[in-house]
């Protein structure tokens, strides 16, 4: 009785292991509905700075060109110099050290794949994910020639993006040097005794009990 117990058991584990999540919460809370793989792949596009999800497919800066000035130039510019205050997409190399730095995808962005996920889920602005994805390759090239990352006659795959340095790659700081940020969090017996060193009172940052009563 006991062994057969534990083999329902077991065989139950496995059922509920292999049992998506979603189905569970379905069925538990009454809502929402089981989301099959065809309707998350339109919402799994994320693309991952070494190219991880980038799809086949690729494009030239040549076609690149041609789309930039149908779709994109009528706010960013003919040249990326932006027009009115919408963004600037091309220039500002060297100014990221100085008081007023121009982050553009030229000088700032440290991943080429970056331009291929941004593009693709939000450009352009009103009409986001109308591109395809020779499109999307094609437009991010022509952004990259016109930052003179690549040259005019350059076409564009998935590995050809993830293999681009872009020159900001090694200007962001590494790991991230603030102390809690690395140090371990204690969770138990961290401190013996308390001792409190200081009141905000003292420095009349905190109002006074009695007179945040009378008001
Ligand atoms: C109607 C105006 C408009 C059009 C057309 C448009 N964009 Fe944009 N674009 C924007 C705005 C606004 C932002 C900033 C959005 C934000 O910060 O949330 C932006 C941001 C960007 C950025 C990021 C810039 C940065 O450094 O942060 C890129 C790259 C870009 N657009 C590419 C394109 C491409 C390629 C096209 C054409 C397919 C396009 N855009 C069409 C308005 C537009």
Not at 153 to 179: C, E, S, T, Y
Request: one cysteine or more; glycine letters at 10%.
């Amino acid at each position: 009785m006991f062994n057969c117990l534990k083999r329902i058991t077991a065989v139950s584990l496995i059922l509920l292991a292999l049992t998506p999540a979603t189905t569970l919460a379905v069925d538990r809370l009454g809502i929402g509905s089981p989301v099959d793989g065809k309707t998350l792949a339109g919402w799994d596009i994320d693309v991952r700075p070494d190219g991880q999800g980038l799809p086949a497919g690729q494009g030239s800066a040549v076609d690149g060109e041609e789309l930039y000035l149908e779709k994109c130039a009528a706010c960013h510019g003919e040249f990326g110099e932006g027009a009115g205050r919408y963004p600037v997409l091309m220039g500002g190399y060297e100014t990221l050290t100085t008081a007023d730095p121009e982050k553009t995808v030229g000088s700032y962005w440290p991943y080429a794949t970056t331009l291929f996920d941004y593009i693709r889920r939000a450009m352009p602005f009103g009409d986001a994910q109308s591109l395809s994805a020779k499109e999307t390759y094609a437009l991010s090239a022509y952004i990259l020639f016109m930052n003179d990352i690549v040259t005019e006659d350059a076409v564009l795959d998935g590995a050809g993006l993830a293999a681009i340095k872009m020159p900001n790659r090694d200007g962001f700081i590494g790991p991230d040097p603030r102390p809690d940020v690395l140090r371990k969090a204690c969770m138990k017996d961290c401190k013996g005794t308390i001792e409190i060193r200081s009141f905000a009172r003292k420095i009349a940052v905190t109002p006074e009990l009695e007179k945040a009563e009378a008001n």
